[in-house]
Structures are given as C-alpha cells and as structure tokens.
C-alpha cells in the first residue's frame, strides 16, 4: 500500500493523501484509518484524527485498546497536551478509556491530570481516577495516592468510625463486603456485621495515614448473637505487612473494648480490616460496632 510506505517513510502530507484516497473508495477499511489518523497525528492534525479513530472503534469495538495506546504514545510528544486535552474534550468514551489506560502507570498522573476535562464534581469516582489511585497504591506512593484522593473528592477526611463513607469507593473509604460468606452494612452511628463463620473473609477495609506513635483503638459491641471472637480488629502497615495490632473481639457481654497500637517510624500507610475467621464448627454471629474511634496517646 503506497500509503503505509509513505507513512513509514516520515512523508506524511503524502501519506493523507494517499490513505484518504484509499478510505473514500472503502469507507470500512479499518487498517486504512488507523494508518490515516497515525497520518493526521504525525502532523498535529488531532481533531481529524480523533475523527478517524472515533468512527474506528464504532466498526470494530476490539479497536479500542490499538486506538488509546495509538493516543497514548501520542500524549507523550511534544506540544500534544493542549491539543488533545481539546479534542478529548468532546469526546468523553473517548477520553475515559485513553485516561483509564494511562492509569495502569502512577508516572502518568500529571500528564493525566493535564488531560481531563473534569477533575472533580460526580457523585462517584471516574474508572480512571479509581484505578489510578490503586495503581499509586500498589506502587507504595501512598502520599501522592491520599492528595489525588482529596483532589478528586473535594471531601475532607472521614472519621474511622464513618461507614457512610463506602458509598464512594476508592482505597481511604471503607470497603465492606456483601457475600455468601458474610455481610456488612453501615447502620446508625457504626457497622452491622453478619458472618457465617465458614471461611476467612474480610467484611471491612480501609486505608489509613496515621503519623508514628502510640494510638488507642476504641469501640463498643453491641448486641452479639454468639461468640464474637471470631472477628478481629486488624492494622497492618503496608510498607513490610507488619501487623500492627490483632485484636479478637471479646467473648464477653457487650461493652466498649479498647487496645493500644503503636505505628513505627517509615509507616507511612496503614489498613485496618474487620476479618472475620472461618470456625471448626461454624456458627452465625451478627452483632453491630459502633463509635469506632482511633486516637493517637500522648
């Protein structure tokens, strides 16, 4: 295809003729737009491109990671930025599935935020803003994942002891699970638990940014069916997985139960789960926890 030899031969103005040539007499011809909007980018022509590519991924959906890693590298030249924050911009499929991409890799995250046309502002969490605070997370840039947090919410930080907070999901809400194996649901001022007793599950998490010291853990159980000491309190640093604190609840009466913990120096993330661990002979405990509370000693 003399298109695809121009192209490669760095003869771009040549190339669109000859690829936009070739699209006219075939207008389904995928491997022909892709090479044209490759044509148009090599040249800054970013709206044409986009256009190329939009009507792409409507012949042929599977397109659409070829397409977003074609943009991807794109973004990376110099001068692109504006240009394609722009066109984007009136395309959001479009721009959610480059900037979903380019969240796989936490080095990417000023370039995205240059590109997105909304930073802030929804109900929930964009795909993108989602996996790339996990993407930060898994990488250990806890820092950088707690300021893109609050950048994306525009919400001051929760108490612990909010579970209201799980309605909008990312790593520092709490996330509890609904399953054949346990549920937990935020009720009145804590959790409702229910746990069947059958296999480990974790019925709650959240990650925490606690500074080095001395904490206390604070909490009461209400109303426990049965034996509550199959679940436990746990704090782990995620910087080693040292835990913190392992704290079974107690098999007595219903009460406030306390526990000290100290978080060392260079633990600059923490998780804190409600697990729930499987029983010799499993019996269904249901209980609520309200007023948790984590407070740093003197």
């Known amino acids: 295809m003399k298109g695809a030899m121009a192209l490669r031969g760095a003869k771009y103005g040549l190339a669109e003729q000859l690829l936009a040539a070739s699209r006219q007499r075939d207008p389904r011809n995928r491997p022909v737009r892709f090479l044209l909007a490759e044509a148009y980018l090599r040249q800054q022509k970013v709206e044409p491109a986009l256009q190329e590519l939009v009507v792409?991924?409507?012949?042929?959906?599977?397109?659409?990671?070829p397409v977003t890693a074609m943009l991807a590298q794109y973004s990376r030249t110099l001068g692109a930025t504006p240009r394609l924050r722009r066109a984007l911009a009136r395309n959001a499929p479009l721009e959610n599935a480059l900037l979903l991409q380019l969240a796989a890799d936490p080095a990417?995250?000023?370039?995205?935020?240059?590109?997105?046309?909304?930073?802030?502002?929804?109900?929930?969490?964009?795909?993108?803003?989602?996996?790339?605070?996990?993407?930060?997370?898994?990488?250990?840039?806890?820092?950088?994942a707690w300021e893109l947090w609050r950048r994306f919410s525009n919400l001051p930080a929760s108490a612990v002891g909010d579970f209201s907070d799980s309605k909008l999901p990312?790593?520092?809400?709490?996330?509890?699970?609904?399953?054949?194996?346990?549920?937990?649901?935020?009720?009145?001022?804590?959790?409702?638990?229910?746990?069947?007793?059958?296999?480990?599950?974790?019925?709650?998490?959240?990650?925490l940014m606690l500074r080095s010291g001395l904490y206390e853990l604070r909490f009461r159980v209400n109303e426990p069916s049965s034996d509550p000491s199959s679940l436990h309190w746990v704090f782990t640093c995620l910087l080693g997985g040292r835990d913190l604190l392992n704290l079974p609840l107690p098999k007595t009466?219903?009460?406030?139960?306390?526990?000290?913990?100290?978080?060392?120096?260079?633990?600059?993330?923490?998780?804190?789960?409600l697990k729930g661990l499987a029983q010799i002979y499993p019996t269904e405990v249901t209980l609520s926890i309200a007023d948790l509370q984590v407070r740093k000693l003197p």
């Open 253 to 273: 009466s219903s009460g406030w139960v306390s526990a000290s913990f100290q978080v060392p120096l260079g633990c600059e993330a923490q998780r804190v789960e």
């Open 170 to 207: 990312s790593p520092f809400t709490w996330t509890l699970i609904l399953s054949g194996e346990g549920v937990a649901n935020p009720g009145g001022r804590g959790l409702d638990v229910d746990f069947f007793g059958r296999r480990n599950v974790t019925l709650a998490s959240k990650l």
């Open 108 to 144: 990417n995250a000023k370039l995205i935020l240059s590109l997105a046309s909304q930073i802030r502002g929804r109900d929930q969490l964009l795909d993108w803003q989602q996996k790339l605070l996990s993407s930060c997370v898994e990488a250990g840039q806890f820092r950088t």
């Open 56 to 65: 792409l991924t409507h012949l042929s959906p599977e397109m659409t990671s």
